[in-house]
């Protein structure tokens, strides 16, 4: 693996982790707000919940960043030599991009649980 494939891997990652912990944080506030006399603890129902749906979104996410990384360096080196294969190189991409979206749902699951 060269370099140019490291840095688009490293940059998918960051970006990736990047918006799910800002997704994070527009979540937090409202999951926190069921309670506000009790405080957040990974003793208690809420705290693990929220846990759950930090790791379900997170690590897909970086799932998702891996894997979108690599196909896409993959699939940069597959057009140079045949142009004509973009669409069925963009599907490969949009599928390692679903990983993060199935994540993401997962966790709005566990959201709507607390609620």
């Given at each position: 693996?060269?370099?140019?494939?490291?840095?688009?891997?490293?940059?998918?990652?960051?970006?990736?982790?990047?918006?799910?912990?800002?997704?994070?944080?527009?979540?937090?506030?409202?999951?926190?707000?069921?309670?506000?006399?009790?405080?957040?603890?990974?003793?208690?129902?809420?705290?693990?919940?929220?846990?759950?749906?930090?790791?379900?979104?997170?690590?897909?996410?970086?799932?998702?960043?891996?894997?979108?990384?690599?196909?896409?360096?993959?699939?940069?080196?597959?057009?140079?030599?045949?142009?004509?294969l973009l669409g069925r190189l963009l599907i490969?991409?949009?599928?390692?991009?679903?990983?993060?979206?199935?994540?993401?749902?997962?966790?709005?699951?566990?959201?709507?649980?607390?609620?």
């Amino acid at each position: 693996m060269n370099w140019r494939t490291k840095l688009a891997i490293a940059l998918t990652v960051t970006v990736t982790v990047l918006s799910v912990v800002a997704t994070g944080l527009l979540w937090i506030p409202s999951a926190a707000a069921v309670e506000p006399s009790a405080p957040i603890s990974f003793d208690s129902g809420l705290g693990l919940g929220l846990l759950a749906a930090a790791l379900a979104t997170g690590l897909s996410a970086l799932g998702a960043g891996y894997a979108v990384g690599t196909v896409g360096a993959a699939a940069v080196g597959a057009l140079t030599e045949k142009p004509e294969l973009l669409g069925r190189l963009l599907i490969l991409i949009g599928l390692a991009e679903g990983i993060a979206i199935y994540g993401l749902l997962i966790s709005i699951l566990i959201f709507n649980r607390l609620a």
